[in-house]
């Protein structure tokens, strides 16, 4: 117990260290390593195919990474599973949803799966917080794509994650969901959540983060803060491919 | 323990609602085995024990070719399966959970393909009933040890189904041949085991069924994390 309140003290809320992958002999990544502490954001730029999805994944434990280690809290994401896992919530590109059951019943799944002692009355929160109410008794494939992303946004959130990893979080959202999403996230964070976001919409990544990285060919080739100036133009300047457009 | 046993009973659960909303899978199964007993059916020629046995056979095995590639279909979907693994670490609660599904899928699909297969060939086996049911069982757990490994394997491919056919029918043929032996002496009253059943008595050969479910299972739930992941 000792040593757990040590590390939740003491450490960054995640750590990624030296992190590479490599499909059929291709590398994807190449030794990524950075921090993200308690109540920040870091947005994750990169073009097609940088690699920021599997970066991802391989935070989120669904992937494994060929070298390197995640720690989430100060736990090893790989060594520690039990402990690491459930400080993490993950927002993809699917909903991570099952279309044929109510909003209610894919939150009690997640609520069961994550072994939440208070689960009724934490699946009532999270959908009260989402504005989900309505939608309770509602099979998720009869939502709309802005009510199945606060869904979304809401089990990712259920388990009181510390860290929530979200993947283009704003692709397909009209721009009030996009506002939504930002203030829920912003609300996390002010709770004392950490954020790692990859995204193409710079200025709405800069809404919910402080920092940003660009990611290409498979490594971090630059940082900024949101407040420089002209940060759209620093992330088009590192990025190949936008270069290549241009 | 009890964690494990939650997580467990949340995916069955989860995935029979899901089954009950959509009747997708289970109503596909059903209309292959009744094409499957009655295209055997025009090709026989009355009461026919081993014609019924085959008929059984092949209906459970693509029947749960069905099954199983459907309870990973949905899972890929929405990527729900990368929600699942990125909530629980132990990857064997996932495997177990599924497996139960697509056994229970079996089980209630048996109950509505044998007494079809029973009309068409005109057969009684109301003596041998608990010797149908027990290999039946035997035949759904080994088969869907094996089609729940291999569904969440071929899941993001897509030529799942065929390649899921030849992967289920070359794993399972060890148990295949045990099956029809028992089958057929549950309709042929006790008297042959057929041509590979070598003198056999029945408990051998739901033992041997036994021992191959046994092993499957183990394997395949030790196999399934590094699969998945």
Known sequence: ?246 | MSNSINIIKAIFVKDIINELRSKQTFASMVVLSIIIAWIFRLASSGVESAMAAAVIMVSVVFSSILCCERSFVVEHDEGCIDGLLSASADRGNIYIGKLLFNVTMLCIFDCVMVPVVCVCFNLTPAGNLLKLIVILLLVNIGVSAVGTLLGSIVMSIKSRSSVLSILIMALIMPMMIPAISGLLMVFSAGADGGMFSAGQSFSEIAGMMAAYDAIFVTVCWLVFGFTVD
């Open chain 1, 1 to 246: 117990m000792a040593e757990e309140n040590l590390k939740k003290n003491n450490s960054a809320a995640l750590e990624a260290e030296n992190i590479s992958k490599s499909f059929a002999n291709k590398d994807v990544l190449r030794g990524i390593s950075f921090k993200v502490e308690a109540g920040d954001g870091v947005c994750v730029y990169g073009s097609n195919a940088s690699g920021k999805t599997t970066l991802l994944r391989i935070l989120a434990g669904i992937l494994q990474a060929k070298d390197g280690t995640v720690k989430i809290g100060g736990w090893d994401i790989k060594k520690s599973a039990e402990k690491a896992l459930p400080m993490i919530g993950v927002i993809s590109h699917g909903t991570m949803t099952y279309p044929q059951l109510t909003v209610e019943e894919n939150l009690k799944f997640f609520a069961d799966i994550y072994n939440l002692s208070d689960k009724k009355e934490r699946v009532t929160e999270v959908i009260d917080e989402m504005n989900l109410s309505k939608f309770r008794y509602d099979v998720v494939s009869s939502l709309s794509r802005g009510t199945r992303q606060r869904l979304a946004i809401g089990r990712a959130v259920l388990h009181r994650p510390k860290v929530i990893l979200a993947d283009e979080p704003f692709t397909g959202l009209d721009s009030k969901s996009k506002q939504k999403f930002i203030d829920i996230i912003n609300k996390f964070k002010k709770a004392g959540g950490a954020l790692v976001l990859t995204s193409h919409h710079v200025e709405l990544a800069g809404k919910c983060c402080e920092k940003i990285v660009v990611l290409d060919g498979g490594k971090f080739v630059a940082e900024a803060n949101i407040g420089d100036d002209d940060v759209r133009r620093f992330c088009e300047d590192h990025s190949t491919s936008t270069k290549e457009k241009i």
